[in-house]
């Protein structure tokens, strides 16, 4: 996934940006532009080559940022009309966001208008994080503002860019130790009709939950009274986390929280060995073992992979919810893939695969990963 991603930002997107910036702004020296941020982009990652195109955007545009940051603005191209499937195109506003993450930290009005337009064509909740930092009140305040706003993308902003552990950004440690203002925010967003923003109300709920998992529980418990359908999705996704750990008030919450009364049978494994980039597929059956009554039972799995130096740690997947009265069965499987991702490398030697019914652990079956490319070897079971 990184290479295409890296590889977006190529000499012809190069050339579009400077071209944009060009009409508004006639002294650009678009050729010069081009030359400074093409040279040697081939050996970068992405964000260093966001970075390379961000620092020439400051050596070509006027020195003092607030007049940078009229150019930039007028420059952008249309707002995005919906809140998905629009592919790589906005990541074209990368540089900008970084440009003015770095260099628009002493000029907040202007830095807030950049962000504001900048984030209706990409996202700026990178860019926000820095002057949480630097100007916490005043962010925070905007940010209330913002909570309210018609655009879909800016109310999303004020969700996303305070996530305490958003991914691939460096944590907000004042929000991870209180997470209270950040509650507040969402609090405000709770009821957004928008999935794109519910959701990501949902993932900022995520974050705090691993640093205070009762505060994050307790929430979606208020929440959860006479709640829509949307703001109940919203307690259901931000506890997925606390669901996989076990957390006994998170299960509780979603009806799964009493011991389970079963019993574990019929256990496939295809193939019995897997080899690494392989895949297998696994089935078994719970038998309800209730006397009376029904069941409602949240079941996930776990692989426990094993690691380079041959310990092993695991992994915990969804993978759905049944309800079985007395002496009712049901049978469950799913796939696992051992192929490399950029997330998890995986190595030979001995897994182990298990069932995690309402927070309970019920061991499967284990099974033999090896770095073998001969198919013949590896046996189908029956």
């Known amino acids: 996934m990184a290479e295409p991603l890296k590889r977006f930002f190529n000499a012809e997107v190069v050339r579009a940006i400077a071209a944009d910036l060009g009409r508004i702004h006639p002294a650009f020296r678009e050729r010069r532009f081009v030359e400074d941020c093409v040279a040697g982009l081939d050996e970068l990652a992405l964000m260093e080559r966001g970075w390379r195109i961000a620092e020439a955007l400051h050596e070509h545009l006027p020195s003092a940022f607030p007049a940078a940051a009229r150019v ?7 707002e995005l009309d919906a809140t998905g499937g629009f592919g790589m195109a906005p990541f ?8 003015v993450q770095k260099y628009g930290l002493d000029d907040f009005e202007p830095a807030m208008r950049a962000q504001y ?12 994080r820095p002057f949480l930092v630097r100007h916490p009140e005043a962010t925070y305040a905007r940010l209330r503002e913002w909570a309210r706003d018609g655009n879909v993308h800016v109310r999303r902003l004020v969700s996303e860019g305070t996530r305490p552990r958003l991914p691939w950004a460096p944590r907000l440690r004042a929000f991870q130790e209180d ?29 705090i939950g691993k640093d205070h998992p009762d505060i994050a529980v307790e ?8 709640a829509p359908s949307s703001r109940a999705w919203i307690a259901r996704h ?15 919450l979603l009806g799964a929280g009493a011991r389970p009364r079963l019993a574990i049978g019929g256990v496939r494994l295809s193939p019995t060995q897997v080899r690494l980039g392989g895949t297998l597929g696994f089935r078994f059956e719970i038998v309800s073992a209730a006397k009376r009554g029904h ?5 996930d799995y776990a692989v ?14 969804k993978l759905g919810r049944v309800t079985l009265g007395p002496a009712e069965r049901v049978r469950l499987g799913s796939t696992v893939s051992f192929k490399d991702l950029t997330t998890r490398r995986h190595y030979p030697g001995r897994h182990r695969i298990e069932a995690r019914i309402n927070g309970i652990a019920y061991p499967l079956a284990d099974f033999e990963v090896v770095a073998c490319s001969r198919p013949d070897r590896f046996k189908r079971a029956r």
């Open 72 to 78: 930039i603005v007028a420059s952008l191209g249309a």
């Open 92 to 99: 074209r506003y990368l540089p900008h966001v970084l440009f």
């Open 117 to 128: 337009e900048l984030t209706k064509r990409f996202s700026a909740e990178m860019s926000i």
């Open 179 to 207: 997470p209270r203002p950040v509650i507040a925010l969402l609090e405000l967003l709770k009821d957004d009709t928008e999935r794109y923003v519910q959701r990501s109300v949902a993932n900022n709920l995520n974050d």
């Open 219 to 226: 929430v979606c418990r208020r929440w959860s009274a006479d």
């Open 238 to 252: 931000a506890l997925r986390a606390l669901v996989k750990q076990g957390h006994p008030g998170a299960l509780a």
């Open 295 to 299: 069941q409602a039972l949240l079941v």
């Open 304 to 317: 426990h992979y094993a690691k380079a130096n041959g310990t092993t740690r695991p992994k915990v997947f």
